[in-house]
C-alpha cells in the first residue's frame, strides 16, 4: 500500500484488519511514531490460515514441480537484492540498526531463499537396496500449512530463516512479525505477490503477539510451528501448538560465552569480541555476553577491548560513520538500563559505558567486572550492549563456568591451540561454537540451542526433517 502503513497480506492481496485496528510503529532513532501497521485480530488471523490452507490443499504451491518452485523463490531472492536499499532503509528505520547492517542482512536474507531453493530440488531422499530383494526409498513430502514468528533484532533476516525452507518444501506460510518492525517483512510479502507466487503461499499477518500469534499456533489447521523470540514465549507458544499436537522448531534466547584463552591472537580475539556484544547494539541471541578472559592475558586485553568498545562510533543509523545506535524500543531500553542500573548494587563495577542519560534510548557499549555469578545482569538475558567479563586460570574452570547457564545457544573461544580447540569446543554446552570468529553461518549446518535456548535445529537437512512428513516406501521388486 505504502511506506507508512502496512497491512496484512493475505491471499495474494494487501488488506486493512477486517475491524480497521491499526497500532503505531516507531522509529527509534527519532523516538516519533513514522508509521503504522494494522492490527491483526482472531478474524484476520482466521482469514490467513484459510487462505494457506487452501493454497495448500488446491493451490499448485505443493503440486509444482521443485524445479519451478526454485525458479520462483530465486525470482523473489533477485527481487530483495534489487531492493536491497529499501529493504534495508525499513529495518534501519524500524529498529535503528545502522544501514550498511541491515544491508548486510538483506543480503544473507536473499541468500537464505537461494540456499533452500536449491537444497529441496537436490536433497530429495535416499535409495536403499535391501538384503531381501527389497528397495525401500524415503521421500520428503510438503506438510501443510506453516505458522511462523519471528522476533524484532533482525526483523528480515529471521523471518526468512523460517519462511524460505517452509515455503521450498512445499508449503504455505503465514508469517507474523514483531509488533515493533512489521516493515520489511510485509514489503517481503509483497515482494512475493510480484515474483509470482501464487496467492496464499506467503501471507503476512501483523498484529501482536496476543490474540495475533496466538491465534496462529493454537489452530488445528496449522501444521508446524517455527518460532524465534524469547524462551518465555517459547513456552507458552508451544504450549498452544501442543493442544493440536503441532511440532514445534524454537529458537529461543542466549547467554553465550566468550572464552579468550592467554594463547589467543589478541588482536582478532578483541576484534570478535568487540562484535560479539555491541553489534546491532548487543541485540542478538548469539552474543558473547559472558566474557571469560585467562589470567595471563587479562589486563592488556581488557585495556584493548575497553579502547575498542569506546572507539564505536555511535549515531544516527543512517550515518554511513556510525557502527553502534540506539535500542529498538522504548519497552527494551527501560529493560535494559533496569540491568545496568542494577550492576553495582549486585556488587559489580562498570568498567566504561552505562546509560547514555541524554534522552536517547541508548546504552553506551557497557563492560561490567567483578560481578557476582549470581546477580542478574550475571544470569539472564539482557540482549543490549552489556558485556559482563570475569578472570579465569584454567580449562576446566572456564568450561564449568561457562555451562553455568540455563541457556545453550552458542560459544565463542580463541586459542591458537588445535587440539584445545576441539577439546573444549566439545565440552561446550551449546548449538553452535564459533572459533577464533563469530556470526559465521553455513546452511547446512544444524542451528537451534540447548535448555532454555530452543528446541530442536534448523538449517540444511535438519530443516527438511522439520517441514516435511518424512516417508518410506519398501518395494518388492
Ligand atoms: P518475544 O518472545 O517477545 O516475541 C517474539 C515474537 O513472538 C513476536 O512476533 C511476538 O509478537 C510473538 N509473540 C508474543 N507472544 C506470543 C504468544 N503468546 N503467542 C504467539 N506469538 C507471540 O521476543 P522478542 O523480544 O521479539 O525477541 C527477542 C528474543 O528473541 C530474545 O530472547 C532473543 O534471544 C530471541 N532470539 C532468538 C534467536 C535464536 O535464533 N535463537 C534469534 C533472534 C532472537
Not at 321 to 338: C, M
Request: some cysteine; charged content about 25%; glycine content about 10%.
Amino acid at each position: 500500500m505504502s511506506d507508512t502503513f502496512f497491512g496484512h497480506i493475505i491471499d495474494g492481496v494487501e488488506v486493512e484488519s477486517l475491524d480497521g485496528g491499526r497500532f503505531d510503529v516507531y522509529n527509534p532513532w527519532t523516538q516519533e511514531v513514522w508509521a503504522q501497521a494494522a492490527e491483526g485480530g482472531e478474524a484476520d488471523a482466521d482469514r490467513a490460515i484459510a487462505s494457506a490452507r487452501t493454497a495448500f490443499d488446491e493451490g499448485p504451491w505443493p503440486r509444482m514441480g521443485r524445479v519451478e518452485r526454485a525458479r520462483l523463490i530465486h525470482r523473489l531472492a533477485d527481487l530483495m537484492e534489487e531492493r536491497t536499499d529499501e529493504l534495508a532503509t525499513l529495518d534501519s528505520t524500524n529498529m535503528g540498526k545502522p544501514l550498511a547492517q541491515a544491508k548486510h542482512d538483506v543480503a544473507r536474507s536473499a541468500d537464505n531463499f537461494r540456499f533452500f531453493a536449491d537444497h529441496q530440488r537436490d536433497h530429495v531422499g535416499s535409495v536403499f537396496p535391501m538384503d531381501s530383494g527389497h528397495h525401500t526409498y524415503s521421500e520428503f513430502g510438503p506438510v501443510g500449512v506453516v505458522a511462523a514468528i519471528s522476533p524484532w533484532n533482525f526483523p528480515l533476516m529471521m523471518a526468512t530463516w523460517k519462511i524460505a525452507p517452509a515455503i521450498a518444501w512445499g508449503n504455505t506460510c503465514i508469517i507474523k512479525p514483531s509488533e515493533d518492525t512489521p516493515a520489511s517483512v510485509t514489503l517481503l510479502g509483497r515482494l512475493a505477490v510480484e515474483a509470482g507466487f501464487p496467492p496464499g503461499v506467503l501471507n503476512v499477518l501483523n498484529g501482536h503477539g496476543a490474540p495475533a500469534g496466538a491465534a496462529l499456533t493454537g489452530d488445528d489447521r496449522v501444521d508446524r510451528v517455527t518460532f524465534t523470540g524469547s524462551s518465555t514465549t517459547g513456552k507458552a507458544v508451544m504450549a498452544s501448538a501442543s493442544s493440536h499436537l503441532a511440532p514445534v522448531s524454537l529458537e529461543l534466547g542466549g547467554k553465550g560465552a566468550n572464552v579468550v584463552f592467554d594463547d589467543a591472537d589478541l588482536d582478532n580475539a578483541v576484534h570478535w569480541a568487540v562484535e560479539a556484544i555491541f553489534r546491532n547494539s548487543g541485540q542478538i541471541c548469539l552474543a558473547g555476553s559472558r566474557l571469560f578472559v585467562q589470567d595471563g592475558i587479562y589486563d592488556e586485553f581488557m585495556e584493548r577491548f575497553q579502547a575498542a568498545a569506546e572507539a564505536l562510533p555511535i549515531g544516527d543509523p543512517f550515518d554511513p560513520e556510525t557502527k553502534f545506535s540506539v535500542l529498538a524500543s522504548k519497552r527494551h531500553y527501560d529493560k535494559v538500563v533496569g540491568y545496568v542500573e542494577g550492576v553495582e548494587a549486585t556488587g559489580g563495577t562498570i568498567r566504561t559505558g552505562g546509560v547514555d542519560g541524554e534522552g536517547r534510548w541508548l546504552v553506551r557499549p557497557t563492560i561490567i567486572e567483578d560481578l557476582p555469578l549470581d546477580a542478574p545482569a550475571y544470569r539472564e538475558e539482557i540482549f543490549g550492549p552489556v558485556c559482563v567479563v570475569n578472570r579465569f586460570s584454567t580449562e576446566d574452570e572456564v568450561v564449568h563456568l561457562a555451562n553455568d547457564t540455563r541457556y545453550g545457544l552458542n560459544a565463542m573461544l580463541f586459542t591458537e591451540g588445535l587440539s584445545r580447540a576441539h577439546r573444549v569446543s566439545s565440552r561446550l554446552k551449546a548449538g553452535t561454537v564459533w572459533v577464533n570468529c563469530f556470526f559465521i553461518r553455513d546452511l547446512r549446518t544444524p542451528f537451534g540451542g540447548v535448555g532454555d535456548s530452543g528446541v530442536g535445529r534448523e538449517g540444511g537437512d535438519f530443516s527438511r526433517e522439520f517441514f516435511t512428513e518424512p516417508k518410506a516406501v519398501v518395494m518388492q521388486i
